[in-house]
């Protein structure tokens, strides 16, 4: 059974656990974190940051099946720092079901925007926060190693 729990700070993660979000990581997005990336995401310990995991194996490192990681930014907004399932449980609406989720947290504290980052090639991402009411905002150049990004924003 799958089910998204809240989520410890990212630099308190035991080892085990912050290994296996890089492998997910890495091999869903491409991108590398290591302890400092962890450490520097300022991602606190609030209701944008969840992690889905399988509760027949919990607290194996090997339940983890998907991260939701973001933060409160200026007053008002929310900003999505990841959103990464495992290959096994994408297209199910666990995607869905978290940032929609998240977004009404967000407007019942009073926040009015969204925003987030994501590759000019993953068209698949832009897809589904086209669907979710974001936008594409601008071009950021060479915001990945190797690649522009794109800002999605939306109002809540
Ligand atoms: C992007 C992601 C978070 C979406 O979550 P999800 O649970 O797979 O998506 P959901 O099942 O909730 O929503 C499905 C919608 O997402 C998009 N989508 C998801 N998987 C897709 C696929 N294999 N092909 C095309 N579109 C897809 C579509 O818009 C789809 O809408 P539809 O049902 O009308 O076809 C997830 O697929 C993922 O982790 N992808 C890899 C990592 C990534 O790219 N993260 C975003 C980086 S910013």
Redesign the pocket.
Same mark, same amino acid.
């Given at each position: 059974m799958l089910e998204w729990i809240l989520g410890q700070k990212p630099e308190a993660m035991p080892e085990s656990w912050q290994q296996k979000v890089s492998e997910l990581f890495l091999a869903? &997005?491409g991108e590398k974190y290591n302890d400092t990336t962890f450490r520097m995401l300022g991602i606190p310990e609030w209701y944008g940051n969840k992690l889905l995991i399988d509760t027949t194996i919990y607290p194996q490192p090997d339940s983890l099946m *998907?991260v939701m990681w973001s933060k409160p930014l200026l007053e008002n907004r929310i900003r999505i720092v990841a $959103?990464? $399932?495992d290959k096994q449980v994408? %297209? %199910? %609406?666990? *995607? &869905?079901?978290i940032l929609s989720q998240v977004i009404e947290a967000a407007k019942s504290e009073g926040k009015t925007m969204i925003q $987030?980052e994501?590759r000019k090639s %993953?068209s698949?991402?832009q897809?589904?926060y086209l669907?979710h009411g974001l936008s594409i905002d601008k071009t950021i150049q060479n915001y990945y190693s190797n690649e522009d990004g794109f800002m999605m924003i939306g109002k809540l």
């Open positions: 869903e &997005t *998907g $959103l990464v $399932l994408q %297209n %199910n %609406n666990h *995607g &869905t079901a $987030l994501v %993953n698949r991402a897809k589904f669907k």
